[in-house]
């Protein structure tokens, strides 16, 4: 259920995903999401949200100051 407008009913997408940590910026793209069909209100699925932290840590380890990740290229 959409936490902003209460609507149940979504449309699949993707999305551009940004982490701002530090000196460093993250932009992630091509992630699948949920998006609300009444307020465009944008939601990661569990299996989702848990590869996107797993991106971000194994690339805040390379310490760039600004990555830019395909979700779809990331196994
Ligand atoms: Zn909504």
């Given at each position: 259920?959409c936490?902003i407008?209460?609507?149940?009913?979504?449309?699949?997408?993707?999305?551009?995903h940004?982490?701002?940590?530090?000196?460093s910026?993250?932009?992630?793209?091509n992630?699948?999401?949920?998006?609300?069909?009444?307020?465009g209100?944008?939601?990661?699925?569990d299996?989702?949200?848990?590869?996107?932290?797993?991106?971000?840590?194994?690339v805040?380890?390379?310490?760039?100051?600004?990555?830019?990740v395909?979700?779809?290229?990331?196994v």
């Open positions: 259920m936490m407008c209460k609507n149940k009913t979504y449309i699949e997408s993707t999305t551009t940004v982490v701002d940590h530090r000196d910026l993250i932009i992630i793209r992630v699948p999401c949920l998006e609300c069909e009444r307020c209100e944008r939601f990661y699925i299996a989702v949200a848990e590869k996107l932290e797993k991106i971000v840590e194994r805040k380890s390379l310490m760039p100051e600004i990555s830019i395909d979700y779809k290229s990331v």
